[in-house]
């Protein structure tokens, strides 16, 4: 800083009008006065010229004076040495004289110090007010200039180790002062050695001084000589760093030597101290030339580790020295300061280069861009993309955003690395502020849910991190995103918040008139979103320290608001909004802040008129209740709540339940019902006295009744009780239960067996003798029924006694027999609307649209199964499938009429699932237990106790259906989460309201512990199936299948492949926590084959794993579910490190599969959409996983289609690929022409530095490529639907824009090395591209919009190709062996179209030269015909038709 505060001073010095110099009075601290000089006398040459050119030197402190300009000073002192008899040697003597004047270091800082103007009679005009020191202007005489610098030069050691004079004057420093900016130097070497020589011995003050001024001393003739000295000085001395390079900036250097300089400076980079390396950065960046650019910042990028500048203890003294903002702090603080002061200095000299170089922004984004390893990413690279997105050109800005984005997809930067950044530069980051909150604005707007939690880190960080005037910022941007209504952006925003609440919630409570903004916008939010608003804003205003305290009142009153609303949306937000309150004014609070750890009276008085106020709002409609019910209930599972407000809602909810829905088994039920009424699916025969039944039936006719009538307040002033509420009151009644007694459900556990007032589910085989009023009230029933078993189930699924679980089985049973009786009901009852069962959704009157329209639709698709009736309580091996699941299920051939007499066709349940009731995670369970089979249940006929409980296949399936949907809901990425315009929003998410409040982790975790259960039954389905094929001989469809067993068995085998395929693509298992779940998962797959899975590594677990899933090979029973294995180990083996060494076997399985016949239980082969859909897919796999494409479409085109078409008429398919048939030809040519056209895409082009080794290889390629494609092409002319036209004319166009592309820049360079192979290529290429200009043709005769919409550019292509070949010939000197004529317009089967018949009668065949062709079409055709005739029709490539002429070679 001493040093700063010298030169400054000099400046001033120098710069300073005339007046100041008289304040200077103190003499030079080190000289002593020298009595031996004489006083000025008459004798010296030099005082005498002086005087006569007008300057008067002044003794002591006083400063020379000067009468004249200093021009004029210059010209008489010149003229007065030129006019002197003895010149030259007077110049010597004048030398002399001043020699001795500046002996004394008094007179020589005057003379070093600008002179005075002397003022004669108060006349200034004749002077100008700043004068130079008298050096300086003796120095402007050129005659004199090299004798005074030796002077001075010489002069200056005797200076240099003296310090600063009292005025803080550096003599060294003036003396080289006055040899700045000369307006001529005689002799510029001479000088720069001298200069040169002093710095060698100089002390480091005078050496900076020297060398900073070096640029303004010097010509440009010496700078490249200069440059070279400064810069070998730079490998000696690091200390010396900063002065040479402010020097080498102002150089003007050649390009090589900078380059030259630049290497040199970046290899002292890791040496450098860290406040010069501001510097260092700032002279490497603006050296930088457009070519080079890249390579340096790579470069600088590698050496820069800003992770090495800053040390634990300091950072915690730059944190506390924010957070005190000037309180007294440790000591290190100025350390701490100094560091983030340097790197902010680093950076803003980046930003600078960046700002007004666009090379530079771009090689950082490319250095960013070209890192691929996530450990190789420093917190430079952040902090550059800050400083790219703060600058304001658009280019960096957007650039800065996509890098981010895409690093943060591919999970190179991490959370990790962000949070690094802002614990050690914090002060750093605070002036990138805006640009953080932009970044993070917009990767929360993204809708790849990759980036989103990254965007999410950025503010939580920001929050913690920064000031209050960004944390307000921060908030203020949350609640914007969570107003915007798009998904996963309100999502995320609210779980930050959330988050913050938490963490900071005195903080937040600042700010919580902000976050109380949203509720003006609660129309867009989904329920799970308005719950978690909710949930925070009641954490902030009624939490244990009531920070936000000051929002109560306005809570209050929109609760009030919407709880009195008649509209059911803003009833439902009331709903949520009083429970969540509720759950935090009632939370249970630690002992230490309230008496004896119980409520406070008046908290408790408030929860309760709360609870009361929602009561009596809700009991008016059903559907209100049951929210109340359902949302009550999820609280209690989710909070800990005071036991006395646990105690006062499960006491109410007991009592309630029983007068409401429960009634004894006693006297006959009277009534007038639709129905007789009957006592169904008791399961506790030995309680027939005394017993309970739900009053399920008569409270559905009631309920009915009092729609019909309207009833009247007075009339009833009991309240109504609807069946609707029956699921979800139970709900809340065991979670009560659970809670009070720990799990332990002995209280209610009559309800698991007890029987359901019903009737007679025989009248769904009368179902058509009904009445429409009959059969709504019948599906009605069992809709209810169907979900009072799931609710059961939910209950007690995780009871333990056998008992217990035998009767849950058994529930299980009911609900897939109810469901096959509820198909055919449904099918009976067209635009039937269902009872809701999930009341959080939107409102009905979307939801009846959707349900209707798939149930018309699943009817006339005739893709419904069909259906014994089973009996009552049926048992394992013959109660129903539950869903269908039509999606992914082989169509079953529908020949069975004539066999099944009883058989009727069903509706599918897949577009009614949202008036089903939730299945929780915890039902899953269940599958731990083993699957009931045939043979057991042979073995058991005479006993009526099974000891073991079992699953059947119906039960199994129903289960893994459950299980499917909940996890492709959790675990599958979903796709842009953007609505569409204008479209009615489908929410996706009713039916998993209890799902969506776990993470995916959870789930994920949940599926890795059932596992070992899902193998079981994976290895008894492959058993079963097994057993099958051995009994029948091999045959799939021997006289000993049971179709139905059949379908259930294989729907069961597809669903676990696809549940584990679901499970093992989650994304989540790529980040870094969660390895060792994914370790652990696929050591369940491992150990099934080999024990020991604990010990192996990630490579050892995939290779069993897929070794494991492999031997279900053998037993696929339908293509789908092969295409569903082919799948699962597709994603298992990218699991492990190394994928590519499980492609061949991948690729076998694939092939194997599509080599096979797949014949249905019936012996029907497989067909239909489901079918030609898998089979597209599985193709794909194969053709993806093979070695070499080229080779595998060349087998599949020219041997297996052959074979197709030579098959006789009953076979019908190809001999070694029975999956290619007449049906499934078109699936096979779509696939073989896009994976060929995506094949080409990927052949390196060709460079003109290739070998002739590598130029033959790319040329084999091609030539294989073009050979399979004139396969495919030619196959139009047997195969000529407009469909197979349609995917030739499409494809054929981007195999032909990939020929040009990649394809011809190889032949210009290898027509001379492989003449032979360029012209069989384009002979055969020929080929092709006239059987594409006959397809055109076609096309335009029949008219078809979707054959000729890919007429034109695919047209544009030809003509291109046509061209480009000529282009070629004519760089390899051949343009003579081109030539073009014009081709004829033919239909597919070559035949001349009949249009142009007349005028090219008047033609020879097609010989005319290019040019004549191409300019000048013959005049008789109309316009379209020209352009087809020539741009097409010059098609004729080197004219190799029909073998003519082998033009291309004519010439070399």
């Known amino acids: 800083m001493m040093r700063k505060k010298r030169r400054s001073s000099v400046d001033k010095g120098e710069g300073a009008a005339a007046t100041t110099t008289k304040v200077k009075k103190s003499r030079s601290a080190g000289g002593k006065q020298k009595e031996a000089v004489a006083e000025e006398t008459n004798e010296s040459v030099f005082g005498v010229f002086l005087r006569g050119a007008g300057v008067t030197l002044k003794q002591g402190a006083t400063s020379n004076e000067i009468a004249v300009d200093q021009v004029v000073f210059q010209k008489r002192i010149q003229k007065q040495l030129q006019k002197s008899p003895r010149y030259p040697g007077i110049v010597q003597e004048f030398i002399s004289g001043l020699e001795s004047h500046i002996e004394d270091p008094e007179r020589f800082r005057n003379c070093l110090l600008p002179c005075v103007p002397r003022l004669p009679d108060g006349d200034s005009s004749c002077v100008s007010s700043f004068q130079e020191s008298l050096l300086r202007m003796l120095l402007g005489i050129e005659m004199l200039q090299t004798l005074i610098i030796n002077t001075l030069l010489e002069k200056l050691p005797e200076f240099m180790l003296d310090g600063a004079g009292d005025g803080g004057l550096s003599i060294p420093c003036i003396i080289i002062n006055q040899l700045k900016w000369l307006d001529r130097v005689v002799d510029s070497k001479e000088l720069a050695a001298k200069l040169m020589e002093l710095v060698s011995v100089a002390p480091v003050e005078v050496q900076r001084d020297i060398i900073t001024s070096l640029p303004e001393i010097l010509e440009d003739s010496q700078h490249n000589d200069i440059a070279r000295e400064l810069n070998s000085l730079l490998q000696e001395n690091t200390q010396l ?21 630049r290497g040199a400076v970046m290899t002292t980079l890791a040496a450098v101290q860290l406040e010069d390396l501001p510097v260092v950065v700032k002279f490497i960046l603006h050296s930088v030339s457009t070519s080079d650019a890249y390579e340096v910042v790579c470069n600088l990028r590698k050496k820069l580790e800003l992770e090495h500048c800053v040390l634990p203890p300091v950072l915690q003294a730059s944190q506390s020295r924010l957070k005190n903002k000037g309180a007294a702090v440790s000591a290190s603080t100025p350390a701490a300061c100094s560091s983030q002061d340097s790197i902010t200095l680093i950076l803003d000299g980046i930003k600078s280069a960046v700002r007004f170089q666009k090379t530079i922004s771009e090689a950082w984004l490319k250095a960013i861009e070209s890192v691929d390893d996530v450990e190789d990413h420093k917190v430079i690279d952040l902090l550059v993309l800050f400083i790219l997105h703060s600058t304001n050109a658009n280019q960096s800005r957007r650039g800065a955003e996509r890098v981010l984005k895409v690093k943060v997809r591919t999970g190179q930067i991490q959370e990790a690395l962000l949070q690094k950044t802002f614990r050690d530069y914090i002060q750093v980051m605070r002036g990138y502020f805006p640009s953080i909150l932009a970044l993070a604005q917009s990767l929360l707007h993204s809708p790849d849910p990759c980036v989103v939690p990254f965007g999410g880190h950025m503010y939580r960080h920001s929050f913690t991190a920064f000031d209050s005037y960004c944390q307000q910022e921060v908030v203020g941007s949350l609640v914007t995103h969570v107003c915007s209504g798009v998904g996963g952006e309100v999502d995320m925003a609210l779980e930050l918040l959330s988050g913050l609440v938490t963490e900071k919630p005195s903080e937040m409570a600042l700010y919580a008139v902000f976050v109380k903004g949203i509720l003006d916008y609660m129309d867009n939010l989904t329920p799970q979103q308005i719950r978690r608003l909710f949930h925070l804003l009641s954490r902030l205003a009624f939490g244990q320290q009531q920070q936000g305290a000051h929002i ?15 509209v059911p949306k803003y009833k439902r937000i009331g709903i949520i909004g009083a429970v969540m309150i509720v759950g935090s004014m009632g939370a249970l609070r630690p002992k230490a802040e309230s008496q004896n750890g119980s409520l406070p009276q008046e908290t408790l008085r408030q929860v309760t008129a709360l609870l009361e106020l929602v009561q009596s709002s809700s009991e008016s409609s059903p559907e209100a209740a049951a929210l109340y019910y359902d949302e009550l209930a999820n609280l209690i599972l989710t909070s800990m709540l005071d036991p006395q407000v646990q105690e006062m809602i499960g006491k109410s ?15 006959d039920i009277t009534g007038s019902f639709p129905f007789p009424v009957h006592l169904m699916y008791n399961l506790d025969e030995d309680e027939s006295q005394g017993g309970i039944a739900i009053n399920l039936m008569p409270l559905l006719a009631k309920d009915l009744q009092n729609k019909g009538e309207q009833q009247s307040k007075t009339k009833k002033a009991h309240k109504r009780v609807s069946p609707l509420c029956l699921s979800p009151f139970f709900r809340l009644l065991r979670l009560c239960e659970e809670k009070r007694h720990q799990g332990d459900l002995e209280e209610i556990d009559a309800l698991l067996g007890c029987s359901l007032v019903l009737t007679d589910m025989d009248i769904v085989e009368k179902i058509e003798s009904l009445s429409k009023a009959e059969r709504d009230f019948l599906c009605t029933l069992l809709f209810h029924t169907i979900n009072w078993f799931r609710e059961v189930i939910n209950a007690f699924c995780r009871q333990k006694e056998t008992e217990m679980k035998m009767k849950v089985m058994t529930r299980l049973q009911n609900i897939t027999y109810l469901q096959s009786l509820l198909e055919r009901a449904l099918a009976g009852t067209p635009g039937y609307v269902p009872p809701l069962a ?17 149930v018309n639709k699943a009817k006339k698709d005739g893709s419904g199964k069909k259906r014994k009736a089973p009996g009552k309580n049926s048992s394992g091996n013959n109660s129903q499938l539950e869903e269908g699941m039509e999606a992914d299920e082989t169509q079953q051939p529908e020949k069975e009429k004539e066999k099944e007499k009883e058989v009727r066709q069903g509706v599918s349940l897949v577009s009614y699932r949202q008036f089903f009731r939730e299945l929780d995670m915890e039902v899953l369970s269940v599958l731990q237990c083993g699957l009931l089979s045939r043979s057991l249940l042979d073995s058991e006929l005479n006993t009526k106790v099974r000891e073991e409980v079992l699953l059947g296949p119906a039960e199994l399936v129903f289960l893994l259906e459950d299980m499917l949907r909940k996890l492709e809901f959790c675990l599958t990425a979903a796709p842009a989460k953007r609505a569409p315009f204008l479209k009615g929003r489908t929410d996706k998410s009713v039916g998993f309201s209890h799902l969506q409040q776990r993470s995916s982790k959870d789930i994920a975790s949940c599926c890795v512990q059932l596992l070992p259960a899902l193998c079981s039954h994976l290895e008894n389905c492959h058993n079963h199936f097994q057993t099958l094929l051995s009994e029948n001989n091999g045959v799939v469809d021997g006289p000993a299948t049971d179709i139905q067993e059949h379908q259930l068995m294989s729907s069961g085998y597809q669903l676990l492949l696809q549940v584990l395929n679901t499970t093992f693509s989650w994304s989540g298992f790529s980040q870094p926590g969660q390895r060792s779940l994914l370790k652990k998962a696929l050591g369940v797959l491992a150990e099934r084959l080999k024990e020991g899975g604990a010990e192996m590594n990630m490579e050892q677990l995939v290779k069993h794993s897929f070794k494991y899933l492999l031997n279900f090979r053998s037993t696929m029973p339908s293509l789908s579910t092969a295409l569903c294995l082919s799948q699962l180990l597709s994603t298992v083996s990218e699991r492990g490190g ?23 239980a019936s012996g029907e082969k497989e067909r239909g959409n489901k079918f030609n859909e898998a089979l597209q897919t599985l193709l794909r796999v194969y053709l993806v996983h093979v070695d070499d494409i080229l080779k595998a479409v060349e087998e599949i085109a020219g041997e297996g289609i052959p074979e197709l078409l030579n098959a006789s008429k009953d076979d019908m398919s190809s001999a070694s690929w029975p999956t290619l048939n007449r049906q499934t030809f078109l699936v096979f040519y779509k696939v073989l022409m896009a994976e060929l056209e995506k094949a080409v895409r990927k052949i390196p082009a060709g460079k003109i530095s290739d070998n002739t080794e590598a130029q033959s290889e790319k040329l084999l390629t091609w030539n294989l490529a073009v050979r399979d494609f004139h396969i495919l092409v030619n196959l139009v002319k047997v195969f000529d639907t407009r469909l197979v036209l349609n995917v030739c004319l499409k494809y054929g166009r981007l ?23 360029v012209q069989s290529l384009l002979k055969t290429f020929q080929l092709s591209t006239r059987q594409l200009h006959h397809m055109c043709g076609h096309s335009k005769i029949h008219q078809d919009t979707s054959l000729t919409n890919h007429v034109p550019a695919l047209k544009k292509s030809l003509e291109l190709f046509l061209y480009r070949v000529k282009a070629m010939l004519t760089l390899n000197n051949c343009q003579e062996a081109f030539w073009m004529g014009n081709l004829k317009n033919r239909n597919l089967k070559g035949e001349e179209i009949l249009s142009q018949r007349s005028q090219e009668s008047e033609e020879e065949e097609e010989e005319e030269e290019e040019e004549e062709e191409r300019s000048l079409p013959p005049q008789e055709q109309s316009e379209e015909e020209a352009q087809d005739s020539d741009s097409e029709g010059s098609k004729q490539v080197n004219r190799i038709e029909d073998g003519d002429q082998d033009s291309t070679d004519d010439s070399d």
């Open 552 to 566: 109560q009142d306005d809570m209050h009153i929109v609760i009030r608001k919407q709880l009195s609303s008649t």
């Open 241 to 261: 760093t900063v002065p040479i390079l402010d020097a080498l900036s102002s150089l003007n250097l050649s390009s090589s030597l900078l380059t030259e300089v």
């Open 1138 to 1160: 190394n994928p590519a060494a499980y492609r061949e076997q991948t690729a076998s399985l694939a092939r194997r599969f599509l080599s096979q016949e797949w014949v249905t």
């Open 838 to 854: 999930n009341f959080d959704g939107e409102s009905t009157d979307g939801i009846i649209l959707s349900s209707t329209a798939p």
């Open 1295 to 1317: 195999f032909l824009e990939s020929f040009l592309k990649l394809g011809m820049p190889l032949l210009d360079y290898s027509f001379k090395r492989h003449k032979e192979d």
């Open 653 to 667: 909810v007991l009592d309630d339940f029983q007068e409401d829905f429960v009634v004894d088994l006693g006297p």
